[in-house]
């Protein structure tokens, strides 16, 4: 029997090896899109792009990948071993959401997304929700028929569309850690209002970008990004996409914004190593494959905050500092760095929130967003249900909508379900920060000699390796022994912060 | 019957796009590859394009393809307009030779060379023919099947492998053509060699890189190449592709090479600008595709040498030199740089000779590879034949098979026929230049004062926009009047490299 049961596993490996070829070459395009493409090539962009997507889909839904799978699961021990039994499970999930969904769907969505995704950025440009209104309108709608493809019968459209994002996350579990969470987080917002004056000069001294792009790589190398099978390059919204075997980084770079770049490079750089550490042998089967959006979330906010906003970090760091950006360090030290890092300012917009506030704009999106897919708040509505929970929850008010409600690209290209997923990566991170702290015998030492190695490689060793074997819920209780906690990371807040404003 | 016909011809413009989709997005993995690929990257980048050309074939050589050809041909008068019978007459073309191909020949194909390219390049690194010869015997091989497969019975298998390259070409017309022009470059080389000296010492003047780059990129901006469609990025051997509707240039600097980097860029850029002059409402179809590599070759060779290489060019060219280069020209004029940009010297190596020599390094090729191809030449002579015709032709002898027939990539890659469509370029280009400054009423006073825009023009609406309209042999015709001809070549080099030498 084992014979006869390897043939189809094969077939699945190679079959979705292509179906991988084919989804790392549209992730070539789509950086190329954000990095170099010249700006008359983008219509044609778009078209291959949508020809790549609907021969992804045909593959990674053919009927003999149905067959193949049975033929596995019809006698699973047959398998080869646990490896080829997490493939087939991911195999398997993968397949019945994908052959859920209609090719007509389908190709709504894509048409729908790209579209409404242009309104978007027009009615932002200008300021104007009434013209991306009927275009979120009908995004939603198709949404609600997509999560009712999706969903078990007891199962919400929005729990449907979030598994999709993080496999097991629901907004029940979810609101059971917000509640606490929103609450220590406006209280500890208020608290440090009442601490001492932190100087951030340092984050707006002029710079030559060439300066700081030397000094960002030096550390990005430092976290040992591995350049043989990797590249950084700039573009306007910093990422991190994986062509085949190699992974590319952008950052961004501003006169005045030294630590922006420092905290987008590592940020990415995180996300990098996540990849870079997933077992190339697996191309294309769900074990060479990141096991969701808040672990791959959670790799980039503990390089970026656990490690980059550390005092013993920027102890090793402040000196590469001065190297690199010379003049410009004048009249500051590591400890006026390290407090200039961690400044804690509610503002408007998301991805420019500090370490303390973050959290608070993803909740804002997560209660609108459930009650957008489930009718209960009209779309008309938004505008003035965002700037209430922003009162209520940062203590600002937007001025616009386009410092509002219209900031974020997500829901115009389809994405909901997936704002959670930033702060499940923030509580993932501070209990893998905490866990690896113990395993380790305390980081900060090797931190401020610049020693990433022994991170990274617990990182890899207990995290990157184990791509899709289990759900994130049981990752997290195996990689910590626990299950997913506000706590560390509310402890690593209070106490980082309560320092740096000098709280008792 | 006009609405049924209009069906199978919209449905093969639909089909085509979608191949010439599949198509431009293996030209971005390959230009990536030659720019930015991190080196780990390759092995992955090679099963992506070889996935994506066992996807363009299968799509190019399907049954119902071959069903609408033939619904389209059966009424042809039916056919909307000249466009379309064009455009059928082309697919037709296409068809019918990727259909004589098995699959079972591509593949190997596909595999043999990607193999022995590497097997040359190994061979070449170390000098090493022996290394190579064998795959070399297995190449032919293989190209001698492939001709069987394409050529009519009266055909030679030079000439079907030829046709591939340049529609029409045949080794009886070259010969024609290739004979009196041996004849009369070896005599120029040799009257050259008792002219004047010629100083070309400002080709070795130290110059930085980035000095360098804004001087080229001003060029190439003054030659009309619209950055809105394409871009220019560096790379170890210059080239040019389009990716979908923008075209990529690339070029090289040397410290010490600037009219190297400045004879490339603008080799490239007249590869551009023909990419650019394509019709884009004809994507994938033939009259948006270049005619011919020959024609192809036509429009880089006439804006390095037939403008570039013009007296009248440097007139323009020189203050700009100056301002971009600096220090470096002082002591030099536009007459000297004129000069030193027409040495002759016979060398080694093809992609290093002047314009005199150049064709007389493809004429080696061209005899070689035919009796390489009809088995009179055995692989194993091929060195020393190699040297001998090296001796003949340019009165130079290879001290080692690395600068003798190891240098090129081409029957490595599988490439026969190719090498006399550099020759063609050179040819053509003559005789377009002379027909483009009797039409224009002289192209020298636009060239002194730097606009190139009524060149370009006259190039885009006489060869560009056409497409595969016409064959090769034709469009000379129609766009010069006569048929093609090495006399305006001759012409061309025997007037300039005469004053430049000082000859009678």
């Not at 490690?307 to 009249?331: D, Y």
């Not at 049981?474 to 709280?503: D, I, M, N, W």
Request: with cysteine; proline share 5%.
């Amino acid at each position: 029997m084992h014979g006869a049961m390897t043939a189809p596993y094969d077939a699945l490996r190679a079959h979705f090896r292509d179906v991988a070829l084919l989804g790392s070459t549209s992730a070539l395009l789509a950086w190329d899109q954000e990095t170099f493409l010249p700006r008359g090539g983008g219509d044609r962009r778009a078209a291959q792009l949508a020809l790549l997507a609907t021969l992804a889909h045909e593959r990674a839904t053919a009927p003999h990948v149905g067959e193949w799978l049975a033929r596995c699961e019809a006698d699973a021990t047959a398998l080869v071993d646990d490896d080829a039994r997490a493939n087939v499970r991911g195999w398997r999930r993968d397949y019945d959401r994908a052959t859920r969904l209609t090719a007509a769907l389908v190709a709504e969505l894509a048409e729908v997304e790209s579209k409404a995704q242009q309104a978007w950025a027009e009615a932002r440009a200008r300021d104007d929700f009434r013209r991306f209104q009927p275009w979120l309108l009908r995004m939603i709608g198709l949404q609600q028929q997509k999560a009712d493809c999706l969903r078990h019968p007891s199962q919400s459209r929005w729990d449907a569309l979030a598994d999709l994002c993080e496999p097991g996350m629901n907004a029940a579990d979810l609101a059971q850690w917000f509640g606490p969470l929103r609450q220590r987080l406006v209280a500890l917002r208020e608290r440090l209002a009442g601490g001492r004056a932190v100087d951030d000069g340092f984050a707006r001294v002029a710079i030559p970008e060439a300066a700081q792009e030397t000094f960002v790589r030096a550390v990005l190398a430092a976290m040992g990004f591995d350049a043989k099978f990797g590249r950084l390059d700039r573009s306007a919204h910093p990422f991190c996409t994986k062509v085949g075997d190699d992974v590319r980084l952008t950052t961004r770079f501003h006169r005045d914004r030294v630590l922006d770049a420092l905290g987008s490079t590592m940020h990415e750089g995180g996300h990098g190593l996540y990849e870079q550490g997933l077992d190339p042998a697996q191309f294309g089967s769900p074990l060479g494959e990141a096991v969701s959006l808040g672990v791959h979330e959670s790799q980039s906010r503990l390089w970026e905050n656990h490690v980059g906003r550390a005092a013993a970090f920027w102890e090793w760091c402040w000196p590469l500092a001065q190297r690199h950006l010379g003049a410009a360090c004048q009249g500051y030290d590591a400890a006026a760095i390290h407090r200039a890092a961690n400044v804690v300012r509610p503002s408007l917009i998301r991805v420019e929130a500090d370490e303390a506030t973050y959290d608070l704009h993803v909740m804002v999106r997560f209660e609108i967003e459930q009650r957008l897919l489930d009718g209960s708040l009209p779309v008309d509505a938004l505008p003035s249900e965002w700037n209430r929970l922003y009162r209520d929850y940062l203590g600002v008010v937007p001025p616009d909508n386009r410092q509002g409600c219209l900031q974020d690209v997500h829901w115009s290209c389809g994405l909901f379900g997936y704002f959670p997923t930033y702060t499940l990566g923030n509580l993932y991170a501070a209990q893998f920060a905490e866990a690896a702290d113990r395993a380790l015998g305390g980081l900060a030492p090797m931190f401020a000699r610049g020693d990433f190695a022994p991170l990274r490689e617990w990182l890899r060793r207990h995290i990157h390796r184990h791509g899709r074997r289990h759900e994130p819920a049981e990752l997290c209780r195996l990689v910590t022994g626990s299950a997913l906690s506000p706590e560390p990371f509310l402890r690593h807040l209070e106490q980082k912060l309560g320092a740096v404003y000098g709280l008792a």
